[in-house]
Every structure is written in C-alpha cells, then in structure tokens.
C-alpha cells in the first residue's frame, strides 16, 4: 500500500553535516505525526526526532541542537538535517509515521528500510 523510502545517507567526517530525506508513495488521504528513529549495530533502536502534522517538534537530548527536523504536508515528506556530527551518530537512520489514510482504510507505525549514516573521527 504506502511506503516509505529513506535517501541521503553516507559517510562524513565528525563535524561535518548530512540531510536525510523521506519520500512517501502510494495514494494517502491524511498523514499524521512523523519522524526520525537509529540503530547502531547491538543497540536498541531509539528516537531521534518527531513532527506532528501541526509541525509541533520533539528531539532527544542528544541531539537536540544539532538536528533539525522538517515536514512537507503538501508532499507528504520529512527531512532531517544533521549538523555538527559525532562519531556516536553512527547509525541506520529509519523514517516513522504512526498514521496514514488511504482509500483502503488506515495504517498505523510504517517503517522505512532504513539509511545508513556513518560519522569517522
């Protein structure tokens, strides 16, 4: 039905910045709140950064400063900018939405497969 599809990953020195990017596809009536989770290999996955669809924003404490997290309703995207990097910002990076419309009916939590983010020292 809808999926969602990460870009803009890679490899960049501490210091220097990255913007992830999150496309949605398929046909959607309404989309709600969105946002930005990691993983680095052995660890749990945790938030990085929400959005709702009023645009209201929350980001974890480590990253509060550094990351920027933005939303197109009218393209049904949702970006990330990543400043400041940190070898412990080293991660797949998935995108999250806990609710979309669609003709069918809704979806709750879609995750994308994910973007790797690699931060060297």
């Known amino acids: 039905q809808v999926q969602l599809v990460e870009s803009g990953g890679g490899l960049v020195q501490a210091g220097g910045s990255l913007s992830l990017s999150c496309a949605t596809s398929g046909r959607i009536f309404t989309i709600g709140a969105m946002g930005w989770y990691r993983q680095a290999p052995g660890q749990q996955r945790e938030l990085v950064a929400t959005i709702t669809s009023g645009h209201s924003t929350h980001y974890a404490d480590d990253v509060k400063g550094r990351f920027t997290i933005s939303r197109d309703n009218a393209k049904n995207t949702v970006d990330l900018q990543m400043d400041s990097l940190k070898p412990d910002d080293t991660a797949v990076y998935y995108c999250?939405?806990?609710?979309?419309?669609?003709?069918?009916?809704?979806?709750?939590?879609?995750w994308g497969q994910g973007t790797q983010v690699t931060v060297s020292s």
């Open positions: 999250h939405v806990d609710r979309i419309t669609t003709p069918r009916g809704p979806l709750y939590d879609t």
